[in-house]
């Protein structure tokens, strides 16, 4: 009897004790600490570079269309066309300067519609107002109400357009009749103009002057130091009051666009090369170093950048975020998260020491291999890697394409996995 009690008590305790160690087994992969779940990415081909982001100023030639006394200035031009010496640009009135500001909007909504005509583009129509919009949002901003004054007419004009215009509309000659009855009505309800405004030179007109033309002209830069820079920027003057200028003409299609980089890794660049730059989130302009010069205190370094291209009206104000690509890299794409530094073995005596090596596991099937990568240059969130030609020297050892990156995993090491 007590032999029989001893013999079920201890295959009781063995039966909890396989139990228990089946039940830990089971938690212990569960938890990913005896597998690792791995994640992974495929090597593909990428061409970046080293961004660098900075404050640009925009400098170019510029003439200002004085005028003398007070009154409401209207042009029919549009802004960025072409003027010749002696052709009229503008006319003044004594009026009050909204009804000039519809006058414009008038212009604008017209000029839209001929566009549009034809095109089945009534969601020409909802663009231009989200355009309108965010330009009226940063003037207000960066305290422009001159110009941002001058929008909202059009935006109110589009505003009560869209009301019967829709997505499917291709012909908007009514709309055009009725815009023009309305603009025409409004302009002979000025009476004559007190004044006509012609063109001293040839140019680009622009309705709108900001106040800076004579700090950020183009001869300015030719004996700018990054010290002269710097006072410049820091004390920019105010803008123009509105009603005491006719607009503005450009006078060269090449502006410049400067800006002071505390990143010093910009020396690096050439002057001369053509480099491409994105002005706010949306405008690229392909334009030369012309000038690269360290400050005195070897804390920053002013770039000087050319070009030939007139821009987009309205694209660009005075001062614009700037990013652009010290040198272009093309190459393989890895997660930052993926790269792993391994230590390399100590050297023996005598022998030469063997330097740590810069790679990735990669997986092929249930085999995990490492592999290694040159870095090129760093992007957010990855980087570029040399992709080695497969008859290259030890070829095999590097990253190649479409390898299966482990970008993250535990107890990662080369071998097989089950």
């Not at 982001?53 to 066309?81: P, R």
């Not at 300067?97 to 519609?113: E, F, H, K, P």
Request: glycine share 8%; hydrophobic share 35%.
């Amino acid at each position: 009897m007590d032999k029989k009690y001893l013999l079920n008590h201890l295959l009781y305790l063995v039966s909890t004790l396989i139990a228990a160690v089946l039940i830990g087994y089971v938690i212990f992969h569960l938890s990913g600490s005896g597998e690792s779940n791995l994640s992974t990415a495929i090597a593909r081909r990428i061409s970046a570079g080293q961004q660098v982001t900075g404050q640009a100023y925009i400098f170019k030639e510029e003439t200002v269309l004085e005028i003398d006394g007070t009154g409401a200035v209207y042009s029919k031009l549009t802004d960025g066309q072409r003027v010749q010496t002696g052709s009229s640009v503008a006319s003044v009135y004594n009026t009050d300067a909204q009804n000039v500001l519809m006058l414009r909007g008038y212009d604008a909504a017209i000029a839209l519609l001929k566009e549009a005509n034809g095109k089945k583009s009534g969601s020409a129509v909802e663009l231009q107002l989200k355009e309108l919009t965010a330009a009226i949002r940063a003037d207000l901003q960066e305290g422009n109400s001159a110009s941002a004054q001058g929008q909202e007419q059009q935006l109110q004009v589009l505003l009560n357009l869209r009301k019967t215009v829709t997505g499917n509309k291709k012909n908007f000659d009514k709309e055009i009749s009725e815009l023009s009855a309305l603009r025409e009505g409004l302009l002979q309800s000025l009476g004559e103009a007190t004044k006509k405004v012609y063109a001293p030179i040839s140019g680009n007109y622009y309705a709108l002057c900001d106040g800076y033309e004579q700090f950020f002209s183009s001869d300015k830069l030719e004996d700018l130091t990054p010290e002269g820079f710097k006072a410049l920027i820091k004390d920019i003057p105010e803008g123009r009051e509105d009603g005491t200028t006719a607009g503005k003409l450009q006078t060269s299609s090449t502006w410049h666009a400067a800006l002071l980089c505390s990143d010093r890794s910009v020396l690096e660049m050439t002057v001369g090369k053509s480099y491409t730059l994105t002005f706010g989130d949306k405008n690229n302009y392909t334009m030369t170093l012309t000038s690269l010069k360290p400050t005195a205190d070897e804390d920053g370094v002013l770039l000087v950048f050319s070009c030939d291209r007139v821009p987009t009206p309205g694209s660009l104000k005075r001062s614009e975020q700037v990013t652009f690509c010290i040198e272009e890299h093309q190459g393989l794409m890895v997660p930052t998260a993926a790269v792993r530094y391994l230590k390399a073995p100590e050297a023996e005596d005598g022998q030469e020491a063997i330097t740590d090596d810069t790679g990735v596991y990669v997986k092929t099937g249930n085999k995990i291999a490492f592999k290694r990568i040159r870095i090129l240059c760093q992007g957010e969130g990855y980087y570029v890697v040399k992709e080695w030609a497969s008859d290259e020297q030890n070829a095999a050892a590097y990253l190649q394409l479409n390898d299966v990156i482990v970008t993250s995993g535990k107890n990662l090491e080369e071998g097989y996995r089950n």
